[in-house]
């Protein structure tokens, strides 16, 4: 569960290195083409299909890892009485930020007029790296610097987007997992986690997330209205209770399942999602039936020693 306004600063660097997945996918180590482009080139609307974050300390790039918690984020660009506007919106299609945009050296310029304050998708810059307009694709490079415990790190989010309507739904290079709503419609129980630490498995820590074992489960449905939602039940160990969360809408980006933005936490806006990484038969040894097991994953780098990656493999069993 993550605030998405958090993501800007952790996912930057703490659970802002908050992606899923490590190295898998690198697709972003390519030349630039020539900034040949106008503001009249990108006007339509973009969906982030890819994310990634890495980090420079000392002159030293650290691996970075996919951020599928941006997938579905979207930036129209559109002009209006001669003014080039753009408008941010979260994957429910909820305004988070707009303004107007020029491009400047491979540039795109954002200034924004109207701010949500959630969700930001907010920069004031973008370095345009890539752009194939026949094929709807445009990635950018967004760069900025973070001070922790006195070292400063060079933060990078490289994201790859796509044209909503010239290149809907392709993830060009990028290994992704199909999902089908209705294929996971039901009730799934976490059974198992693996908490790696640098390459390493954690034992007390993959043992932590099981030590209330059928608590942890997710379940998905269409309500009343025919709409997809999700509920989600948790245990929190320091409340020693399981909390479980009002019905959520459901969107599915490829295969990230974001359960976004229907609830506060605190006063915070608040939302999760899954990172389905695996989708395979099993037979639960409980009960001996065959079922389905799915694993989701969750990558970030420690918040005061953002060197530190720590990756979370958890495993699901569909029970009903």
């Not at 106008?38 to 890495?54: A, F, L, N, P, V």
Request: charged share 30%; net charge negative; aromatic share 14%.
């Amino acid at each position: 569960m993550k605030r998405l306004l958090y993501i800007l600063f952790i996912s930057s660097l703490l659970v802002t290195f908050n992606s899923c997945g490590g190295s898998g996918d690198d697709p972003d180590i390519i030349p630039p083409t020539p900034t040949t482009f106008t503001k009249d080139d990108i006007i339509g609307t973009w969906e982030i299909y890819h994310s990634r974050k890495d980090i420079i300390l000392n002159g030293y790039t650290y691996e970075g890892f996919r951020d599928p918690e941006m997938d579905g984020f979207r930036t129209k660009f559109y002009k209006e009485n001669e003014t080039y506007k753009f408008i941010d919106y979260n994957p429910l299609l909820d305004i988070v930020d707009q303004g107007t945009y020029k491009i400047e050296n491979g540039h795109i310029v954002f200034t924004v007029t109207e701010f949500d304050g959630r969700d930001t998708l907010y920069t004031t810059k973008q370095n345009v790296t890539n752009i194939k307009l026949d094929e709807g694709l445009l990635y950018v490079n967004y760069s900025y610097s973070i001070n922790v415990g006195g070292q400063e790190y060079q933060v990078s989010d490289i994201r790859r987007l796509r044209n909503i309507v010239k290149a809907q739904g392709v993830h060009p290079n990028i290994n992704k997992v199909t999902i089908n709503f209705d294929d996971y419609v039901g009730t799934w129980e976490l059974y198992d986690c693996d908490v790696y630490v640098n390459g390493q498995r954690n034992k007390g820590m993959s043992e932590n997330w099981l030590d209330k074992p059928n608590i942890t489960r997710f379940k998905f449905y269409y309500n009343n209205q025919g709409q997809k939602v999700g509920v989600n039940s948790i245990y929190d160990a320091d409340k020693d209770q399981t909390i479980t969360t009002e019905p959520m809408p459901v969107i599915i980006i490829d295969d990230v399942i974001h359960l976004l933005f229907n609830y506060e936490v605190e006063g915070n806006d608040d939302g999760m999602f899954l990172w389905i990484t695996e989708r395979q038969p099993y037979t639960d040894p409980v009960t001996n039936k065959q079922t389905v097991r799915i694993r989701d994953e969750d990558e970030f780098r420690d918040k005061d020693k953002p060197t530190d990656i720590y990756n979370i493999k958890r495993f699901f069993k569909r029970i009903e």
